[in-house]
Nanobody, 124 residues
Framework: QVQLVESGGGLVQAGGSLRLSCVAS????????MGWFRQAPGKEREFITG????????YYADSVKGRFTVSRDNAKNTGYLQMNSLRPEDTAVYYC?????????????????WGQGTQVTVSS
C-alpha cells in the first residue's frame, strides 16, 4: 500500500514558479512509476507528466513541455514537479499518482494510488 501526500501549491503571478512535492509512504515507491495530473474547473483531469522508477524516462504533455520538470528522489520517497513560466491556464488542482507498475500511463484509471491534490492558482 502506498499513500501519497502533495504539497507546494499556492497562488503565484503569471511568469512565476512553484515546486510541488509528493511524499509517499511505504517502501514500494521506488519500484513504481509516477504521474502528475491536473484538473481545472469544469474540465477533465489531464495527464501532464510521467516518470519511470529510476527517473531515466520522462514524458511531458505539449501544454507543459519546456516549462515543467518532473523528478524524484527515491531515497526520500518523494516526487517533484518544478513549474516555471506559469500561466493563468495552468490554474488547476494538481495530483500525483502511482500505478503498481514501472510504466506511467496517460489514463488515470490505470493508477492505483492518488494524492489528495494541491491547488495551484496563477493570476494574470
Amino acid at each position: 500500500q502506498v499513500q501519497l501526500v502533495e504539497s507546494g501549491g499556492g497562488l503565484v503571478q503569471a511568469g512565476g514558479s512553484l515546486r510541488l512535492s509528493c511524499v509517499a509512504s511505504g517502501h514500494m515507491f521506488s519500484r513504481y512509476a509516477m504521474g502528475w495530473f491536473r484538473q481545472a474547473p469544469g474540465k477533465e483531469r489531464e495527464f501532464i507528466t510521467g516518470i519511470t522508477p529510476n527517473g531515466a524516462t520522462t514524458y511531458y504533455a505539449d501544454s507543459v513541455k519546456g516549462r515543467f520538470t518532473v523528478s524524484r528522489d527515491n531515497a526520500k520517497n518523494t516526487g517533484y514537479l518544478q513549474m516555471n513560466s506559469l500561466r493563468p491556464e495552468d490554474t488547476a488542482v494538481y495530483y500525483c499518482a502511482a500505478p503498481t507498475s514501472e510504466s506511467y500511463y496517460y489514463t488515470q484509471a490505470l493508477y492505483d494510488y492518488w494524492g489528495q491534490g494541491t491547488q495551484v492558482t496563477v493570476s494574470s
